[in-house]
């Protein structure tokens, strides 16, 4: 069974930085495409940003392109979303999900598409 948990998130100004780490078990995640979205109260749950596990292929929404770095360390099999320039919008909780089969060549930004998923860490940004 495919455990995801996420920590790291917190209350932090505009303008600050975090880093959000999704430790991934149970499963060899080589062939997994790994992703971070996130769900601020009252919206639906949208895409950060993704990584291909082995091929390292990415994506990135558009509104945080540039301020969001997204990367893995397999031998931690851990993901990071490294977060800069924050936003009060950015304020949501952020879930980290994998993709069991994922598209050849880059990751999906489909929540539906995603098999598992953690817990959610909150991230608050303060204006």
């Known amino acids: 069974q495919v455990h995801l948990v996420e920590t790291g998130g917190g209350l932090v100004q505009a303008g600050g930085s975090l880093r959000l780490s999704c430790l991934a078990s149970g499963h060899p995640f080589s062939n997994y495409a790994m992703g971070w979205f996130r769900q601020a109260p009252g919206k639906e749950r949208e895409f950060v940003a993704a990584?291909?596990?082995?091929?390292?292929?990415?994506r990135y929404a558009d509104s945080v392109k540039g301020r969001f770095t997204i990367s893995r360390d397999g031998a931690k099999n851990t993901v990071y979303l490294q977060m800069n320039s924050l936003k009060p919008e950015d304020t949501a909780v952020y879930y980290c999900a994998a993709d069991e089969n994922p598209p050849i060549l880059t990751p999906t930004t489909t929540p539906r598409n995603y098999d598992y998923w953690g817990q959610g860490t909150q991230v608050t940004v303060s204006s």
């Open positions: 990584i291909h596990w082995s091929v390292g292929m990415i």
